[in-house]
């Protein structure tokens, strides 16, 4: 039985356990034929029994029972056989399909992973769709509330302008009466000096005539001198002194104009203190044009100290109201400059002219071209550099107009009508860029914008800002970081401009920086007093008590699978193009001028932003060209993607 056993060719395998691999083979118990096989020497032993005549019965019926209960377990065997046979292709259809999941899984794991920066992308656009809606939300509300403020002032205006019909018809019958009376008087007195020329008489003869024109011709200046009508008071006052030289009245009003007047071009005053005050008012012109041509903010505030001690006397001099916008304007008080000149330009072309010249028609024309050329400059200069460039491209077409066809080439560095509509044109078509996705585009139109826009520092600043954006959208943190930073320089109140580097300071993990970001934000949002920045305020405090996590590798623009020698080659660019000494190369530094103690601060403020942005490129390629550290990097951010 067991020669046959070790010859059988059904006993392959048993289970067996090589190099940590479990290999199956099946080895069958005992079979049915074995257990038949093995029976069968008991019957000659059986024969023996029988031919010495002993009773075998008992024992055979023993033996086929015990044969039955082999034939039982042999079938059990066969079964328990079949059942392992059955296993064992289970265990290998197992493997196989232990394999295939294997594969399954690496395979979502990439598509995990690639859905990880899928929904990365997309948390990131929905973060500045967010945004864009509720700043358009609150441009609506603004222009909402100033369309609400604006129909109640028609509505005032509608009922200021009632009351005054109803009060002009109110008084209308009685300034008829007085005009007709009043006409009736002049009628006479022009009659009777028509009939005192005729005569032959002097002009300057009292008759009761004369007398009472003379009265009234100075009447008539006094009042006009009170409406604010210089020249004609004088015209009246010219009249007056013909038809009576020795009326003392004429003679007093007749100073008075003169000493607001003509001040300017240093004319004689009749009055008793007159000369003593045209002199002062010369001398604080001299004194004034010396400062200003120092061109400091020490300077500029001395001159309109002395220019405003002048005008006290001079109240309407053109030149001194010149030099108080010159002034205003070395002060960067824009607002102010353009209040003055809208204010005086009605009133001086009203009241400019040259009193010793009979016939000046022309002159007067000219006159008026000299005042509002000067204002214009002024207003349409303090526009510009407000970044208000729509209010200065009208001025300056008006002032293009106007001005001489020489004077336009005399300065080719000037301020233009085509500058500032370039500047516009650049400016709109970086935002059209940005918003249909040409990011590479935008950041062109941005920087060509800001090569002719540097002397105007808020336009500049959001120019930068604009520019940041779109780095930020090309994955360029370093560069999005380098424009906020010269924004912010150029505008320290930028809010938009601090709140992309706080979210960009974020994104690398300079949790530092990007929590001192945050605390000026909300330092600078709680001085707000519009209602549109509580919304803002409330998510600058969230973002500064929840600071997540990010991926320090997109400081070089790099996805993570990249060489060291890749690694190597973006600090290189990196630290090549954002090295201290270059930053803000593209500013027109003034050296001298009114400005230069504000730019030394700018570039301060600029260098020290750059060297802090220099040691974090540092620091990153510190980590990313380490094995070990970028490793543990990797991992620290795979836990924060997996457990947020």
């Known amino acids: 039985g067991s020669q046959a056993s070790g010859n059988d060719p059904s006993k392959v395998g048993v289970l067996e356990i090589t190099s940590g691999t479990a290999k199956f083979r099946t080895k069958p118990l005992i079979t049915s034929t074995e257990i038949s096989t093995n029976s069968e020497p008991v019957k000659p032993f059986l024969d023996e029994l029988s031919s010495k005549n002993v009773d075998t019965s008992p024992l055979l019926a023993k033996i086929e029972q015990k044969e039955n209960e082999l034939i039982l377990r042999g079938q059990e065997i066969e079964g328990l056989n079949r059942q392992l046979m059955e296993v064992t292709t289970e265990l290998r259809c197992t493997r196989v399909k232990n394999e295939e999941m294997i594969l399954n899984v690496s395979k979502l794991q990439k598509d995990l992973e690639k859905y990880r920066q899928d929904l990365s992308s997309a948390r990131n656009k929905e973060a500045e769709m967010s945004r864009k809606c509720w700043h358009m939300k609150n441009e609506f509300e603004e222009t909402k509330d100033e369309l609400y403020e604006k129909i109640t002032e028609l509505e005032e205006c509608k009922d200021r302008m009632y009351e005054k019909i109803t009060e002009l018809e ?86 008075t104009i003169t000493k607001i007047i003509c001040l300017d071009r240093r004319l004689a005053i009749e009055a008793s203190d007159g000369l003593q005050n045209a002199e002062k008012v010369v001398n604080y012109v001299n004194q004034s044009a010396e400062l200003l041509e120092q061109k400091t903010l020490e300077s500029a505030t001395k001159a309109l100290e002395v220019i405003t001690e002048a005008l006290s006397i001079s109240c309407y001099s053109e030149k001194l109201l010149e030099m108080k916008g010159e002034a205003l304007f070395m002060l960067r008080k824009y607002e102010e400059v353009v209040q003055m000149c809208e204010q005086t330009l009605a009133f001086a072309e009203k009241n400019y002219a040259t009193i010793s ?288």
Request: hydrophobic share 40%; aromatic share 6%; proline share 2%.
């Open 170 to 255: 109110e008084t209308n019958d009685a300034e008829m009466m007085k005009l007709k009376l009043e006409t009736e008087q002049w009628r006479k007195a022009a009659k009777a000096i028509a009939s005192v020329l005729g005569g032959g008489a002097e002009v300057c003869s009292k008759t009761p005539e004369l007398e009472s024109l003379v009265l009234y011709y100075s009447n008539r200046a006094a009042k006009r001198m009170s409406l604010g009508k210089m020249r004609k008071a004088v015209n009246d006052c010219r009249m007056a002194t013909l038809l009576d030289p020795s009326f003392l009245r004429k003679w007093m009003v007749h100073c």
């Open 357 to 644: 010249d009979s016939n000046h028609t022309s002159n007067e024309e000219e006159q008026k071209r000299l005042l509002k050329l000067w204002r214009w400059n002024l207003m349409s200069r303090s526009y510009f550099h407000m970044a208000r460039f729509d209010k200065a491209l009208a001025i300056l077409e008006k002032h293009e107009k106007l001005a001489p066809a020489e004077t336009k080439t005399e300065a080719p560095s000037a301020l233009s009508a085509a500058t500032v509509s370039e500047l516009l044109r650049l400016k709109s078509a970086g935002n059209e860029a940005y918003q249909a996705g040409r990011h590479r585009e935008a950041v062109r139109h941005y920087s060509n914008a800001l090569l002719r826009s540097v002397e105007c520092r808020p336009f500049a600043a959001i120019c930068l800002g604009n520019r940041a954006a779109a780095h930020q959208a090309l994955g360029e943190v370093v560069d999005a970081i380098a424009d906020c930073n010269l924004a912010i320089a150029l505008d320290d109140n930028y809010l938009k401009a601090i709140s992309r580097r706080a979210n960009l300071h974020e994104k690398i993990r300079d949790y530092e920086h990007a929590a001192l970001d945050l605390q000026r934000l909300i330092s600078l949002l709680e001085k707000q007093c519009e209602a549109k920045y509580v919304e803002e305020l409330r998510i600058a405090r969230q973002r500064l008590s929840s600071i997540n996590r990010y991926m320090k590798k997109e400081m070089t623009g790099l996805k993570g699978s990249e060489s060291g020698a890749e690694i190597k080659k973006a600090y290189h660019k990196a630290a090549l193009r954002h090295h201290p000494d270059k930053a803000g190369k593209f500013l027109v530094r003034s050296e001298s001028g009114a400005d230069s103690h504000v730019w030394n601060e700018i570039f301060t403020t600029i260098h020290e932003d750059a060297d802090k942005l220099f040691k974090i490129i540092g620091e990153a390629y510190a980590v990313l060209s380490d094995a070990n550290k970028r490793f543990k990097y990797n991992l620290e951010d795979a836990m924060k993607d997996d457990f947020g």
